[in-house]
């Protein structure tokens, strides 16, 4: 069993940076793919961001994200975050961290959320 604690969010103007944290506990985030996805008021939660455990931290990312954010790992400290650059208003939302061992279709493991709020 793998418990997940999101942490870092938080209130920014339009244009700023934050990093997101997302913590392991329970067990090591050895073999496990982790996400980050995101809901805003509203909307259905969308994919935001995954790096694989295998072949170096294969990254992927939305096209909404993609070039300003910027998801890592540390697997010896059981943490996985996201880089959040150029921040707009439409990034607002709950973001979440979720895992699954990468052979899972779907993920299984999700964290309570953190609120990002970008004001315009």
């Known amino acids: 069993q793998v418990q997940l604690v999101e942490s870092g969010g938080g209130l920014v103007q339009a244009g700023g940076s934050l990093r997101l944290s997302c913590a392991a506990s329970?067990?090591?985030?050895?073999?496990?793919?982790v996400a980050w996805f995101r809901q805003a008021p509203g909307k259905e939660r969308e994919f935001v961001a995954r790096?694989?455990?295998?072949?170096?931290?294969?990254?992927y990312y939305s096209d909404s994200v993609k070039g300003r954010f910027t998801i890592s790992r540390d697997n010896a400290r059981n943490m996985v975050y996201l880089q959040m650059n150029t921040l707009k208003p439409e990034d607002t939302a709950v973001y979440y961290c979720?895992?699954?061992?990468?052979?899972?279709?779907?993920?299984?493991?999700w964290g309570q959320g953190t609120q990002v709020t970008v004001s315009s």
């Open positions: 790096t694989i455990y295998w072949n170096g931290g294969s990254t």
């Open positions: 979720a895992a699954k061992l990468i052979t899972d279709t779907d993920y299984n493991y």
């Open positions: 329970g067990r090591t985030f050895s073999g496990y793919t």
